[in-house]
């Protein structure tokens, strides 16, 4: 099974995301990390594991309140072999990666329609969103639309980022048995080891992790028995 740190940016600095409440998200400052400098979190998740992919959000752009294209093109430059899946809510043409393969954009429903999927030829995830009220967002026909989705599908219920109550089990279940062409990625809610294994054991390959880590619920012993298992 595959753990994705999550780095939520906002004003230049990385923020502990919780249930969805973007404007009243606050610099980090956790036992993990002490510094909200968004290169400094990277570091300190690869002081962890080595991981190979990580998520970014600008929750600045996701707001239409401006952007972190700097930063994140700073990140860039600073990682030159992680791979990166980014969610700004477009399709950010400033982006400058140091490769083509460098990064992949999350294209949300909060975001995107189903028209505006339908133009696009570029490679990219989907990100079924679930507000904090656990209703669909955006476009309600792209949550049962499978033939306009691609293969990774992120099912992010905002209502359980950062809860620290565990994941939407029933949700993702309900995806991985009526859809099992594609690929989900869960998002919202994981602990600690054992929400994975149950993840794992119920067919979820990926997982999408920011809280748990930065709690230190998740340790190098627990990321290294999901990797070999």
């Known amino acids: 099974m595959k753990i994705i740190p999550v780095i939520d940016i906002k004003s230049g600095h990385a923020v502990l995301a919780k249930q969805g409440q973007r404007k009243s998200y606050q610099p980090l400052s956790t036992d993990l990390c002490s510094s909200s400098e968004p290169i400094a979190v990277i570091e300190a998740y690869l002081s962890t594991w080595e991981f190979k992919t990580i998520y970014i959000a600008d929750l600045d752009s996701l707001m239409g309140l401006g952007n972190n294209t700097t930063y994140i093109n700073s990140i860039f430059k600073a990682f030159p072999n992680i791979y990166f899946i980014i969610d700004c809510g477009v399709i950010n043409p400033n982006y400058q990666p140091l490769k083509s393969n460098q990064y992949t954009p999350i294209l949300g429903t909060e975001s995107f329609d189903s028209n505006k999927l ?3 030829h570029k490679k990219f995830i989907l990100s079924l969103d679930f507000s904090t009220e656990n209703r669909k967002m955006g476009s309600s026909e792209l949550y049962n639309k499978p033939e306009l989705w691609p293969k990774n599908i992120i099912i ?3 209502a359980l980022v950062g809860k620290n109550c565990g994941a939407d089990l029933q949700k993702i279940k309900h995806y991985l048995q009526h859809y099992p062409n594609h690929n989900f990625i869960a998002a919202g809610g994981i602990r600690d080891l054992s929400d994975l294994i149950q993840l794992k054991n119920l067919g979820v390959q990926q997982a ?20 070999n298992g």
């Open 208 to 227: 999408l992790v920011a809280t748990a880590l930065h709690r230190k619920q998740l340790k190098k012993s627990d990321l290294k028995q999901l990797a």
């Open 118 to 120: 339908k133009t696009l």
């Open 156 to 158: 992010m219920t905002l």
